[in-house]
């Protein structure tokens, strides 16, 4: 098991450390501020109305009736507040010429999903405004509504009938016109005659983030400025668009983000229910709290993933990849959310994901449907990509007649090659695939399972046994800014960081990133405490706050540890480098003679010192400071990364199938990943483990469907199979270390890396399972009904089909899974 300790010694080194987080006690004992626990005198509460329909003009709204209810203080509709209510921004149009519709928080005239707000009850309690928004009337005239993102291609019915199309643009990366590559049309051309040529079409299933706590938002502006609460990941950017749709001046917007819990991309947005807030509190001249149900976190706030991928990948005989071309086809929902066009941009990097070869083209053709707008949902660009490539890379051993760990080594980049600048254009700085894949093949008991297997096959078993096979790397460490200028994306990508050295020993620490559950108070305080040589205990960290911490670009992309991190690295040498002269000065010693370690300022080859906390403390006196100086030593730190990071990693599942119900169960789950150097393993323990549960959701069981009237059906969880603790089975991981070349502290990022390896570990084991059968695919969620229906569609070698009550062929008193006692736990062991 990972090990805790929390002895507070200061001298031991903290980076590495499986500390518990700072923040956990007040979080998990209710101690803490979410910003629906926020009350503030004469406050209102807000309800939203929000259309049934997915695409409708709004001819009539009547409101007499929730005027009048008990309680309510006011009613408006997207007219009564339109000089004020803004529009919601897309910071990323990804090319000149893209069609980006109109989004006003509340619409006028016409509503392009169901579930877009049409009016805004206010009223003293949160109840009475539910109740009353039931009596708001509207009159629709129902439109034709797009709801297939191939027949949104063919522009037979419209999203935004003002557009003319629902094209919102097209993108394409070539490595023959980039320079980083040759012609893939010759290369599939050439394998056409003496090669191998696969074509496979994937789905990326419509996702919808899940975070614990629902958004909420509360404003009040009463004071000089206006202060909004939001459960958000970007409380900085959110502050941005404020004033950029409003009008109201930057400085007069204070944003806080308070404990939030949960993002997973799904915060990661200027949403309509903040504008609609602002602007009834700014009409009403109250404070005003605005907290969705769960159900209006299904419908409305943003989902994620929703792709056609459709691939061609190119060999020679022997399995040596030669070309791949890419043509996705991307659903943005009715709107162009505020990264939302470039989330399958930001695929195009990474479809080559650890692999060399020398052709390879990237298209993607955005699409607007009257369905729920879709953004960044954990992994963003990345999980799709890998899950794409790593299918495929099944599919070529498999006509190769090789295992798919032997494909995966043929065409991998070999550890000696680094740094390695791949065909799409990106330079990989460090890596180590044989060694990630080695340690996980021994912890799997790979062979054994592949005995086993065979063993499976051989005796016509009913529960047959897959075991699926990803390799994958990401770019982490969003982003330099010249790249995302280079983009067209609206911001930098830099990151900002603050050390207040105060009197009484403790130093403050104020960060730009903005966390949501991922333990940034802990980590930051092991990286201070180690740079400056003081006790752990005696850092603070503030953020989300922009009026503490005026610059910051968030959280998002797993950018908080690599950008973040550094800029706190170069604070706290700035402070180091100030203080070294304050102690010159008390020490009577020049500054150049001076060494600092631990803490402590020392004359070379004297015992004479002093430590950083007693520089601090005089120079808060300023009785004896060299002459001229200025008596601070805080220091401050923006920090712009030079390039990504590119954690990586193998994971491999085990799931058995009953070939006679469809029913699948996990066997055995093990992954070894590169993330650089750990700074708190028991961190990154809990978030390997919530990103493979996320993984393995959508791969089995989640997915947003809507009817043909464009309502969604799985708007609860009721019909949205989000997965809990019980679902899953104890994982086995553990960690090879390359550090990160393009940071001091070496770094790559964790938190996306589960979600992004696991799906295609477990779609490609369900698959093994059953490609004796003729089976090649089956489409996400792999449900029990899915894989039965594809037994049953494979041809003349299965078996009989299932009596309707088959039950699973599962020994009924097996674990559901290995023996977790001869498992290694622990990405800090």
């Known amino acids: 098991m990972t090990a805790v300790d929390d002895r507070p010694e200061a001298k031991t080194a903290e980076i590495g450390r499986a500390r518990r987080r700072k923040e956990d006690q007040r979080l998990i004992t209710g101690r803490t501020k979410w910003t629906d626990n926020i009350q503030l005198a004469g406050m209102l509460h807000l309800a939203m109305v929000r259309s049934p329909l997915a695409h409708a003009t709004i001819t009539n709204i009547d409101t007499d009736a929730a005027r009048s209810a008990p309680g309510v203080i006011a009613v408006f509709t997207g007219a009564d507040i339109a000089d ?9 149009p990804i090319t000149a010429d893209q069609k980006t519709p109109d989004h006003l928080p509340m619409p006028l005239e016409r509503v392009a999903h169901a579930g877009e707000i049409v009016a805004v009850v206010a009223a003293r309690t949160a109840a009475g405004a539910r109740d009353a928004a039931e009596l708001v009337d509207v009159d629709y005239d129902a439109l034709p509504a797009v709801l297939d993102l191939k027949e949104a291609a063919t522009d037979s019915v419209l999203a935004h009938p003002s557009l003319g199309t629902n094209k919102s643009a097209f993108w394409q990366l070539d490595s023959k016109e980039g320079g980083t590559g040759e012609d893939v049309d010759e290369a599939i051309r050439q394998a056409g005659i003496d090669g191998i040529v696969i074509e496979r079409e994937y789905r990326q299933q419509r996702l919808i983030p899940a975070f614990m706590e629902p958004r909420s938002t509360v404003v009040d502006p009463t004071g000089e400025q206006v202060t909004m609460w939001s459960a958000t990941q970007i409380p900085h950017i959110l502050r941005f668009c404020i004033a950029a749709t409003t009008g109201l001046p930057e400085s007069k917007i204070r944003v806080i983000a308070p404990d939030v819990g949960g993002g997973f991309g799904g915060k990661l947005q200027s949403t309509p229910e903040e504008f609609v807030t602002l602007a009834v509190a700014r009409k009403l001249g109250r404070p005003c709290k605005f907290t969705e149900t769960r159900s209006e976190t299904m419908v409305s706030a943003h989902h994620g993933r929703d792709q056609w991928q459709k691939l061609t990948l190119c060999a020679e005989k022997d399995g040596t990849v030669t070309g791949l071309k890419v043509e996705l086809m991307a659903d943005l929902g009715a709107y162009a959310a505020i990264v939302g066009g470039g989330v399958p941009v930001l695929g195009a990097w990474m479809f080559n994901s650890i692999y060399k070869f020398p052709a390879y083209r990237f298209n993607t053709t955005n699409y607007y449907t009257n369905k729920t707008w879709v953004d960044a949902y954990r992994g963003a660009g990345r999980p799709e990509a890998t899950y794409a490539i790593e299918r495929l890379m099944d599919e070529l051993a498999a006509e190769v007649g090789v295992d798919p760990l032997e494909i995966r080594e043929k065409n991998w980049i070999k550890h000696e090659e680094f740094p390695f600048t791949t065909v799409a254009g990106m330079t990989y700085d460090s890596g180590n695939y044989e060694a990630a894949t ?29 075991i699926g096979v990803s390799t994958f790397t990401e770019m982490c460490g969003l982003a330099p800014s010249r790249v995302l200028g280079s983009l067209n994306y609206g911001a930098g990508g830099w990151e900002s960081a603050s050390i207040r050295m105060l009197a009484t020993g403790t130093v403050e620490v104020i960060t730009g990133t903005s966390p949501h559950g991922q333990g940034h108070e802990t980590a930051w305080s092991q990286i201070v405490a180690d740079r400056l040589g ?18 910051g670009m968030d959280s998002y992309g797993s950018r908080s540890l690599v950008v973040g991190g550094e800029a706190l ?157 019980a679902d899953t089975i104890s994982f086995i991981t553990d960690h090879t270390t390359s550090p990160s070349t393009s940071n001091t502290l070496g770094t790559k990022g964790v938190g996306e890396a589960g979600t992004i390896a696991s799906t295609p570990a477990v779609v490609n084991a369900i698959v093994d399972a059953l490609r004796p059968r003729g089976i090649n695919d089956i489409t996400m969620p792999c449900t029990p009904e899915r894989v039965w229906t594809a037994i049953q569609s494979a041809g003349s070698n299965q078996s009989e089909p299932a009596p309707a009550d088959a039950q699973p062929h599962f020994q009924a008193d097996s674990a559901n899974q290995d023996d977790p006692g001869t498992a290694t736990e622990g990405a800090g062991e």
């Open 84 to 92: 004020i209510q803004g529009v919601n921004i897309t910071a990323w």
């Open 438 to 466: 080695a340690k996980a093949k021994e912890l799997f008991g790979y062979d054994e399972l592949r005995a086993e297997q065979q063993q499976r096959r051989d005796s016509g078993d009913p529960v047959q046994l897959g």
């Open 534 to 551: 003081v006790p752990f205990e005696n850092v603070e960290v503030l953020h989300g706050d922009t009026q503490i911490a005026s610059k």
């Open 569 to 725: 690295v170069l604070a706290a040498d700035r402070v180091i480098e100030k203080a070294k002269v304050f102690a010159a000065h008390m020490l009577e010693a020049n500054a150049d003679d001076l060494e600092f370690a631990e803490g402590t300022f020392t004359v070379k080859g004297t015992d004479k010192g002093i430590g950083l906390t007693d520089v601090a403390l005089a120079t808060f006196a300023g009785h004896n400071l060299p002459d001229g100086a200025e008596p601070t030593i805080d220091a401050d730190a923006t920090y712009d990364p030079v390039n990504f990071s590119f954690p990586h990693g193998t994971h491999l599942c085990a799931m058995e199938v009953d070939t006679e119900t469809g029913a699948t169960k996990m066997r055995k789950y093990v992954c070894v990943d590169d993330i650089g150097v750990i700074i708190n393993p028991l961190i990154v323990e809990g978030q390997v483990h919530g990103g493979l549960v996320q993984g393995i959701a959508q791969a089995l069981w989640e997915g947003a469907e809507y009817d043909e009237q464009g309502t969604l059906v799985s708007g609860s969880f009721v019909d949205y199979t989000l997965p809990t603790s």
